[in-house]
């Protein structure tokens, strides 16, 4: 198998620039976009000419190319008329030959209504002025020119590392047997080869910084916010300190490597944040206002309220049992009306009416029922009627915790598996962190521009990033909330996040009001 080097996986660009604009969409779009218009660098490692020669031949990995030689141009001006057409354009196919590529590319646009920014251009795929382009299903990913330099790399380490070990192939064996028997026996070894070109020192050290500054900004907000009851800081500031990046390079997480099925690309809360192989792979692609947000999401999740009820719970700390008990849950008293604004609805619990899905009592009841039937007991039992009590003791007093069945399939860090159960479930606790995280987000941007003035273009560059990558999670651009843990980005970007005074102002303008599109136009106390 084949590969390219660093270097020659963005091949560089041969089109004559002076041409219309007009011709390069057609390129983008994949009518003229053939491999004619891209000089592709010969590979650097013998033996390997077929590594990432299908993945070439992608509307990704074309468009990625065609974007770096637009904005590697030695003309300013045209390479930046280029490319305003490209973040329109995305990375479009020939079967979606009727995208938009003519929208208003501006950040008043954008500040509209984020998600539905990006939405109408392109389905939320939208490069922007960097030629970054947030990547987050595993099914892309593995078409993306950094995943493919990294796929191809590790082949021709792993090719290396089965000569240096050949000795120890057996008389008459195959080599495809030997090397099989190699990788059971070497599997470790071989893993961290694949996890140190994924994991560089340079892309762990962006990680760790962005993470320190958001993690910095966070205690310190909690430590001066007047929306948390004073007496419950101390346990959050604890929290939040605790939580760590793990280190996925010697301490590796299930997701650290790629799987048969390809690399998870997930980044999530877990005790500690985990960074999968797919998202550390493309993290030079991402923009640091869309890490920044994620990392302030994740961290959120120390500290959300399903979290600080499930932790009361397993201390065993005295909490009231009540019919009432959602009015007075820990999560509520904490962020005292910050769940109920969030849920949109009437109500102690903002679950009457609201934009966000609310554990009910029928879908506590079937849960419950449920958690009978898998201890493979009759509800009538005494057995039966004892799980079932304890299962109602522990949601009474969890009442913003998710419940519900799982797809069978759900994998957390695998980002095309959400969750598709027909009974929704509680939503509270993403939204939470994704508010929280906008919050975090937003002062550092305010920070930021105490020093140094922010440009549009950079403010559109990170709004959109984050609103591609909310709208390539969990129900995508749908116009109507899902059955997931997430709710789909119109409510995520839209609503939530520009529910953020501290966000909102950040990316558009001081006193700028929350979007007016259907299920926005809300803004709650931050912290």
């Known amino acids: 198998m084949a590969l390219f080097s660093k270097a020659a996986s963005t091949p560089t660009l041969t089109f004559p620039l002076s ?7 057609r390129a983008c779009l994949g009518a003229g976009l053939s491999m004619g218009l891209v000089t592709v660098m010969n590979p650097t490692h013998a033996g390997a000419a077929a590594c990432g020669e299908t993945e070439k031949k992608t509307p990704i990995y074309k468009a990625y190319q065609v974007c770096a030689g637009a904005k590697n141009s030695k003309d300013p001006e045209k390479s930046q008329g280029f490319l305003k057409e490209l973040r329109g354009c995305g990375y479009c196919s ?95 070894e071989l893993s961290r080869i694949e996890r140190e070109l994924a994991y560089t020192p340079a892309r762990v050290l962006r990680l760790k910084n962005l993470f320190s500054s958001v993690k910095a900004k966070y205690l310190e907000l909690v430590e001066k916010s007047a929306l948390i009851r004073p007496e419950a800081k101390p346990a959050l ?18 997701c650290a490597n790629t799987e048969p099925t390809g690399p998870a690309t997930g980044i999530f809360y877990n005790g500690e944040i985990e960074v999968c192989i797919g998202a550390m792979s493309l993290l030079d692609h991402m923009d640091d206002s869309d890490l920044l947000l994620v990392m302030g999401h994740e961290l959120s999740h120390s500290i959300d309220p399903c979290t600080l009820e499930e932790n009361a719970y397993r201390e065993k700390r005295k909490v009231a049992v009540t019919k009432s008990a959602p009015e007075n849950a820990i999560g509520m008293t904490t962020y005292p009306g910050l769940v109920q604004c969030l849920r949109g609805g009437k109500g102690p619990t903002g679950c009457s009416n609201s934009v966000l899905h609310c554990n009910t009592s029928k879908g506590i009841k079937e849960y419950c029922s449920e958690q009978v039937t898998k201890e493979g007991l009759s509800p009538d039992s005494k057995a039966g009627e004892k799980v079932a009590k304890q299962c109602l003791t522990e949601v009474s007093v969890t009442p913003t915790c998710p419940l519900g069945k799982k797809d069978p399939d759900y994998n957390p860090s695998d980002l095309s598996a959400y969750r598709k159960d027909s009974q929704p479930v509680d939503q509270i606790q993403e939204t939470f962190s994704d508010f929280m995280g906008a919050e975090v987000l937003g002062a550092l941007m305010q920070d930021r521009a105490g020093h140094k003035k922010i440009s549009d273009s950079e403010k559109l560059d990170g709004l959109s990033a984050i609103a591609v990558d909310i709208s390539n999670l969990h129900g995508g651009c749908q116009t109507e909330n899902t059955t997931d843990l997430h709710p789909p980005g119109f409510l995520r970007v839209d609503r939530v996040m520009m529910g953020s005074q501290r966000f909102r102002e950040a990316f558009c303008s001081v006193g700028a009001p929350p979007p007016s599109t259907a299920g926005a136009g809300m803004s709650c106390k931050g912290l």
């Not at 593995?142 to 057996?170: L, M, T, W």
């Open 94 to 188: 020939v079967s979606n030959p009727e995208s938009n590529a003519s929208a208003d590319i501006s950040l008043k646009s954008a500040c509209q209504a984020p998600s539905a920014f990006v939405c109408q251009m392109n389905k939320g795929k939208v490069f922007n002025s960097q030629c970054q382009l947030t990547v987050a299903d595993p099914r892309e990913v593995i078409n993306h020119p950094d995943y493919v330099s990294v796929k191809c790399d590790y082949q021709v380490k792993e090719a290396k590392f089965f000569k240096a070990h050949q000795g120890k192939c057996r008389s008459r064996e195959s080599t495809e047997a030997c090397q099989a028997r190699l990788r059971a026996k070497y599997h470790d």
């Open 19 to 25: 041409r219309s604009r007009n011709i390069l969409l």
């Open 237 to 254: 500031l604890a929290n939040l300190k605790v939580t760590e990046l793990r280190n996925e390079l010697d301490d590796p997480s299930a």
